[in-house]
């Protein structure tokens, strides 16, 4: 009888023991996140600016729970980033499940947010609330990637909690490796959002069809 796991429960160590998967410390390795980023408009930051004093407002009524960072901060960034217009198309809380290899195992999960581009995964965006640490987002996103049914190219994700943002990479092979970028703070001076934003279109500028 087949077994079925909840995304959500499983942690790194499970990913490590049932498909191998590696963390790759070389900056080589994940380039994408700081190379031949793309500038974004004057219009762009002070819509960012917006996001982000949402966002210190809201800290002011919590708790800023995953429903509210996916509202508030997720969308509005993709709406600002024109991943709502064509060639992309976002889905939500899109169904997926993962074969755990030679064993009767499916993971099965919800991805929060998904960006298509003419069918292919550009990037997975997995919402977590601001008291929720990225760890604990980790292993979910590198599941989903790992169920990502266009293998040939790299996988790229974002794990979102509000307070923070960091980018996943993720090249699927015999182990799959993984590598992340650093993570960008909303409490920090200035607006990481208008580097953050960049990242997202850098990354979906890569994928191929």
Known sequence: MTQIIQAKNIDLRYLIDNFGIEL???????????EELPEITDLEKQLLDKVKAGYLNLLNYPPLLEDVVRMAIVDPILFIGDFYLSPFYVKS???IDIAVPDEDIIIKGRIDTLVLKDRFWVMIIESKKASFSIEEGLAQILAYMLGNPYPDQ??????????EFIFVKLVKGKPPRYSLSKGFLMRNPGNELYEVLRILKGLTQLVTV
């Open 24 to 34: 790759v410390l070389d900056r080589q390795f994940f380039w994408e996140w700081e």
């Open 93 to 95: 809380e899109e169904s």
């Open 154 to 163: 790299p996988s790229f994700g974002m794990i979102a909690t509000g307070s």
